[in-house]
């Protein structure tokens, strides 16, 4: 079953701002110790964007900080992406991940994906 759904992704012009959202069940949410959003362009490695703990931790990658901004809502079992200032270079697919304590393992989620497109 899908336990990870993530919207949000469009096209935008660069400088623009979109929010992607990932919005999980509830088991996932309370076990998770981290949930992060990564990104892949055609061509290139995906890339560790965003991350946040259950802690409320957070890193990003250089390439975003002080542009980009995870955030979680606890009531409604959602990680956020705000992306403000988005350059063309931001164009990828954007997936979420979440990294969970399951029976006493450590077991991976990783939504759909959902693409970004900036234009200059």
């Known amino acids: 079953q899908v336990q990870l759904v993530e919207s949000g992704g469009g096209l935008v012009q660069a400088g623009g701002s979109l929010r992607l959202s990932c919005a999980a069940s509830?088991?996932?949410?309370?076990?998770?110790?981290?949930m992060c959003w990564y990104r892949q362009a055609p061509g290139k490695q995906r890339e560790l964007v965003a991350g946040?703990?259950?802690?409320?931790?957070?890193n990003y990658a250089d390439s975003v900080k002080d542009r980009f901004t995870i955030f979680r809502d606890n009531a409604k079992n959602t990680v956020y992406l705000q992306m403000n200032s988005l350059k063309p270079e931001d164009t990828a697919v954007y997936h979420c991940?979440?990294?969970?304590?399951?029976?006493?393992?450590?077991?991976?989620?990783w939504g759909q994906g959902t693409q970004v497109t900036v234009s200059s």
């Open positions: 991940e979440a990294v969970t304590t399951v029976g006493g393992s450590l077991v991976e989620y």
């Open positions: 946040i703990t259950s802690g409320g931790r957070t």
């Open positions: 509830a088991s996932i949410f309370i076990s998770s110790n981290d």
